[in-house]
């Protein structure tokens, strides 16, 4: 029989960086205040949580990179939101933004995980920040609980 390896949900003891956009930033409050609150009910203390704030969801990545290169941060979750205009511009952002956090994760071997919304107009995006759809936020916290648990037992 195969081993299988199941993270936690306790955040006890992990330290986490949220790093938010400040562009479209009523709605990313909203995601960051949804993640803050799954973190601290799965007990998380407050000395272990930092927001940081940058302009927009194209400057995540970096820093992202910055907080999980310091060695401060069992994991570090990126929040922004993109809402289309009349150009194919926020889509651009988004897939840039992706892929920059995906790379920040590999390079340094810390979780980042990514929490930017990419929507075609601000009923979607209120729709994922606490609306119908739930909180993104929220999802994002738990899915970093569970990879800074997994972080600690996994073999690297």
Do not use: K
């Not at 302009?55 to 310091?70: H, I, M, N, V």
């Not at 909180?135 to 600690?152: F, I, K, Y």
């Amino acid at each position: 029989m195969a081993v299988e390896v199941r993270p936690g949900t306790d955040a006890t003891g992990h330290r986490y960086c949220l790093v938010a956009a400040r562009y479209n930033e009523a709605f990313v409050r909203r995601l960051v205040d949804a993640a803050l609150e799954v973190l601290r009910a799965r007990g998380a203390a407050e000395p272990d949580l930092e927001v940081m704030w940058v302009p927009g969801s194209f400057e995540l990545p970096l820093a992202c990179r910055w907080a999980a290169a310091s060695g401060r941060f069992d994991a570090v979750l990126a929040f922004g939101v993109l809402i289309r205009g009349e150009t194919e511009h926020f889509r651009l952002v988004a897939e840039a933004s992706a892929r920059g956090l995906m790379d920040a994760g590999l390079a340094t071997g810390v979780p980042v995980l990514d929490g930017v919304l990419a929507v075609h107009d601000a009923a979607q995006a209120e729709a994922r920040a606490g609306g119908v759809v739930g909180n993104r936020g929220a999802e994002v916290a738990l899915a970093a609980v569970q990879m800074a648990s997994l972080r600690r037992i996994a073999p690297r």
